[in-house]
């Protein structure tokens, strides 16, 4: 495939993600992926990829990238100031790029991620079944790291004509909102009885702030300490994502993407799955509050956000002209063609 992306400067920490790498962890292999699996789906849907297609995953201080060979692109999630040739470039909406043209950063507006998403996906060897990066293992991704300057990134063929996905956009109700202070709604267990009645009192009605120590693998939280009502270690085991830990020091730590396999901390909660995104687009500095729901709330809840990503795939199904591609061979010399369908 031909280049479609070229890293002129890489950003804080701009790595290839999909869905993640499943199926591995009984070996001790993380999952990695997405952070904000939302947006990296509907990146995706908006330029016509399958939702777990491979992206760019963008943290705080975007790349500055050149355009190699035309192309749709999608960029969704936080709002890092993305300018295309200087001029703004819209988010959660599909935009059509030029040999030539230039993908800029400016910096934080609202959010930590952004997702840029392109027709056809981002093309790197699949590695235990994913694209994604999964940068203590040092592999998936563009050689198992974070992009640095003069990569370039190749893109699949896209599954629909350019002109069928330019302009198409996410409505307004469907786009969320990444607040500098949030409640993470959490399913309490599996060992909230390892911590005291006070303890878990204290988890469940004082402030945290995001500290810096915060990337892919987990958020530590600064705040009150939450008691434990014996010792702070258990026998190691799975560590599901969006578990809360709660070591010796009594201080949360949420449990993300690139989390380990299995631990031996307490795990006082569970982020709901409709709320890891929120958790995932929190910042240094940010403030967090957790709010116990049932099990049944919290499948209720995922159940709404899958709708909304039914509800955008419905809406941006409408019938797209067919791209087929050829290689002719004319007088000996070898040539590829590009048709779209009218």
């Not at 869905?19 to 997405?34: D, K, L, N, S, W």
């Not at 060979?69 to 819209?90: F, K, W």
């Not at 940068?135 to 629909?160: F, Y």
């Amino acid at each position: 495939m031909a280049a479609v992306f070229e890293v002129l400067a890489p950003g804080l920490l701009t790595t290839v993600q999909d869905r993640g790498r499943h199926g591995y962890q009984a070996f001790g292999m993380p999952v990695a992926g997405a952070v904000d699996e939302y947006a990296l789906r509907a990146a995706n849907l908006l330029v016509g990829n399958a939702e777990g297609a491979a992206a760019l995953e963008i943290t705080l201080l975007g790349p500055a990238l050149k355009v190699l060979s035309p192309a749709v692109i999608a960029l969704t999630g936080a709002d890092l100031g993305a300018m295309l040739n200087g001029a703004p470039l819209p988010l959660w909406q599909a935009a059509a790029v030029k040999a030539g043209d230039e993908i800029s950063f400016t910096g934080v507006r609202s959010g930590c991620r952004a997702y840029l998403a392109v027709a056809g996906g981002i093309d790197v060897p699949v590695v235990m079944g994913s694209r994604s990066t999964y940068l203590r293992g040092k592999i998936g991704g563009l050689e198992g790291r974070a992009l640095k300057a003069g990569d370039r990134l190749a893109a699949g063929e896209p599954a629909a004509a350019a002109r069928a996905l330019v302009g198409r956009r996410v409505p307004p109700e469907l786009i969320p909102t990444y607040e500098g202070s949030l409640t993470l709604r959490v399913v309490l267990g599996p060992q909230d009885d390892h911590f005291t009645a006070a303890g878990r009192e204290t988890f469940l009605t004082g402030e945290y702030t995001v500290t810096n120590e915060a990337d892919r693998m987990g958020y530590r939280l600064e705040g009150p300490k939450i008691e434990h009502a014996g010792s702070a270690d258990i026998i190691s085991d799975g560590i599901p994502l969006g578990a809360v830990q709660v070591p010796g020091h009594g201080l949360p730590i949420v449990m993300l993407a690139d989390r380990q396999t299995t631990g031996g901390y307490p795990k006082i909660a569970t982020v709901i799955s409709a709320d890891l995104y929120r958790i995932g687009q929190a910042k240094p500095g940010d403030k967090v509050r957790f709010a116990a729901v049932s099990r049944k709330e919290a499948v209720q809840l995922l159940r709404g956000q899958e709708e909304k990503l039914w509800r955008l795939a419905e809406l941006l199904s409408r019938p797209a002209g067919r791209v087929r591609h050829f290689r002719i061979t004319v007088q000996g010399k070898k040539f590829e063609a590009t048709v779209e369908e009218l």
